[in-house]
Each structure stands twice: as structure tokens, then as C-alpha cells.
């Protein structure tokens, strides 16, 4: 069975500093990995999918890396800003469902202080 | 265009009653899937339509059932409820099962 563990849950830095947010997962038979942000309370939003056959994918400060291998994920943030405050969760497809069906960690909690 | 929408956004109920949700999906998508997130908690899968037809169905009690309409639109209804239950509930939407899905705000649901 897929698990997905993301490392730390509770993340604090100061402004402009860069860091990294770890996904793990325990079956490399994914075809894509996603990163999402969630405000608290509210819905997700999607911020990078990294299909299977890829290795990186960039938007704007953010940076995500795919190791299928070693069944790992890092989504690299540049430059934090307060505004990067969210939980940002991982997720990868359950091949067992016949559609989409995600298996998300339970999030790093980021909060970046001015 | 418009996103996902979710009615209503807050509930409350009391154990034993019964709930329904609701869900649009983005226009042009067919296919709809809901999630539990309970406090603290990565979203958890209970239920994949596409075309009216269930696609997939996560590890939760038959309490639970959903069904799609004619505009794609869907519903998710939970019997009996539990305090378990409580719950921020997500939809989300895709083009086709095997897409991107793009997430609704929720409707958060407490039971007392």
C-alpha cells in the first residue's frame, strides 16, 4: 500500500531565506508526483506536477525534483516570502483506482516571518 | 472562468443526521472526485465519477454515497453521522479520470 510521508510537519524561517520541503513515498510505480499549497481552511491549489519520465519542474521561486528511485521529492523555494505561509502537501496517483485517485502526506506547515 | 464551487461552506449537524454536499465542476469537466481532510490530515479519497458512472470508491463506510448528474454537477451524502465525521470535504474536478484535478474550497462540516 502507497504511503506518502512529508518531512518536517512544522517548518518557521525568516524572510528570503531558501528552503526545502521533503516528500517520500514507498511505491516508485507512480506516473507523476504533485505539490500542492493549502491556506488554512480552505480548498488546494495546485502548484507543480512532475510527470514520471521528467526530473524537474520549475514555476516562478519554485523549484520541484522527482527521485522515482529513491522514492523521494523535494519542492525548493526561493527567496520565502511571508506570503509562501501555507501547508504545502505532496501527492501521488493510487494505481490501484482505476482513475485519479490522489494519496497525499500530511503537509510541512511553513511559516515565514517578516 | 470559474472554478470549482462547493455549497454550502460551513455546516453543522448533530450524530444520527444526514448531510448532502454539493459540487460544480469546472466547466468542460467531466469527471468529479471528493476527499475528507480532517484536521491535521493529508486529504483522504472516498469517491472518482466521470461520465455519471463511479470510476473509484476509497476505504470508507457505506454511510457514505455520491452520485453525478446530467451537467456533471455531483453530490456527496453521508448517513448516520458520527463526530468522526467532522471533516473539511473536497471536490475536485478533471477533464477526464486520469487528468489533473482542480480543488473547490470545501464545505466544512461539524457534528455534534
Known amino acids: 500500500k502507497q504511503e506518502v510521508t512529508q518531512i518536517p510537519a512544522a517548518l518557521s524561517v525568516p524572510e528570503g531565506e531558501n528552503l526545502v520541503l521533503n516528500c517520500s513515498f514507498t511505491?516508485?510505480?507512480?506516473?507523476?508526483l504533485q505539490w500542492f499549497r493549502q491556506d488554512p481552511g480552505k480548498g488546494l491549489t495546485s502548484l507543480l506536477l512532475i510527470q514520471s519520465s521528467q526530473r524537474e519542474q520549475t514555476s516562478g521561486r519554485l523549484n520541484a525534483s522527482l527521485d522515482k528511485s529513491s522514492g523521494r521529492s523535494t519542492l525548493y523555494i526561493a527567496a520565502s516570502q511571508p506570503g509562501d505561509s501555507a501547508t504545502y502537501l505532496c501527492a501521488v496517483p493510487d494505481i490501484n483506482q482505476a482513475g485519479t485517485a490522489l494519496i497525499f502526506g500530511k503537509g510541512t506547515t511553513l511559516s515565514v516571518s517578516s | 472562468d470559474a472554478g470549482v464551487t462547493q455549497s454550502p461552506t460551513h455546516l453543522i449537524k448533530t450524530r444520527g443526521q444526514q448531510v448532502t454536499l454539493r459540487c460544480s465542476p469546472i466547466s468542460g469537466h467531466k469527471s468529479v472526485s471528493w476527499y475528507q481532510q480532517v484536521l491535521g490530515q493529508g486529504p483522504q479519497f472516498i469517491f472518482q465519477?466521470?461520465?455519471?458512472?463511479?470510476?473509484g470508491r476509497g476505504n470508507f463506510p457505506d454511510r457514505f454515497s455520491a452520485r453525478q448528474f446530467p451537467n456533471y454537477s455531483s453530490e456527496l451524502n453521508v448517513n448516520a453521522l458520527l463526530l468522526g465525521d467532522s471533516a473539511l470535504y473536497l471536490c475536485?474536478?478533471?477533464?477526464?479520470?486520469?487528468?489533473?484535478?482542480?480543488f473547490g474550497p470545501g464545505t466544512r462540516l461539524l457534528v455534534l
Open positions: 465519477y466521470y461520465e455519471k458512472e463511479e470510476r
Open positions: 475536485a474536478s478533471s477533464r477526464d479520470s486520469q487528468e489533473t484535478q482542480y
Open positions: 511505491d516508485s510505480a507512480i506516473y507523476n
